[in-house]
Structure formats: C-alpha cells, structure tokens
C-alpha cells in the first residue's frame, strides 16, 4: 500500500479553505484486503519542519467501524477534506487560532504508513 497527499492547489490565501486530498493506493501487483477506515486515516499540516504540528483532520472527529476493504492493483482511494485554516488538537479543544502566511507542510496517513511531505504555502 502506499500513501501520498494531493493538494487542490499549491497555495492559497489565508482565509481560503485548502483542499488536501489523502491518496490511498494498492501499488502491488496483486488484489490486497486493507482497512481504510477514518479511524486510521489522517491529514496532518505542520511546520516545514514537521517539529509544530498545527492541524490534523483526526483531532475533532471520533473514530468509526473498520472499513475493510479489497483494493485491486493499482486501485486509488481518494478522501477530500477542506481545512478551515486553523489549529486543532487532539480533544478538539474550543481555542482555535488562524494561521498566518507561510509554508507548511501537509502529510498523509493510513496507521503505521506515512505519506512524503507536501509544501502548502500559505498568501
């Protein structure tokens, strides 16, 4: 299985709500049985860094059943969210704050697997 991150564009102006896509793909030659669920699924924004993590989209949405699935080879899963520009945490605390201009850095996850680093650039 692999795990990459897409961006609907590769910036965008502080206000807008960024389309960050988790891509979910059977890079095997083979069919694969794997659970997918939200649960395990994430989308995580943090400094280029990855030290200050800002924003993950498991942080104000409780966990679901398993959603197993059979993916075929080369089979893509595509999950869309749009972020509201503002940190979270886990609990999904009240306090949110905007973030402001600059580049970050936006990364997929399905459990244990991790996608590369994608620059969002924050106008």
Not at 1 to 30: C, D, F, H, K
Not at 36 to 47: C, D, F, G, P, Q
């Amino acid at each position: 299985m692999q795990v990459t991150v897409e961006l609907g564009a590769p910036q965008y102006r502080v206000g807008q709500r960024p389309v960050l896509r988790l891509v979910i793909a059977n890079a095997g030659a083979v069919p694969c049985t794997r659970d997918i669920s939200r649960a395990l699924r994430e989308v995580l924004v943090t400094s280029v860094d990855g030290v200050n993590r800002l924003w993950s989209s498991k942080d104000c949405y409780g966990s679901s059943q398993p959603d197993l699935r059979i993916m075929q080879a080369g089979e893509r899963q595509q999950f869309e969210v749009k972020w509201a520009g503002r940190t979270s945490a886990p609990g999904c605390p009240a306090k949110r704050t905007t973030v402001q201009a600059g580049t970050y850095s936006v990364i997929g996850k399905l459990g244990p697997l991790t996608s590369p680093a994608v620059p969002l650039a924050l106008v």
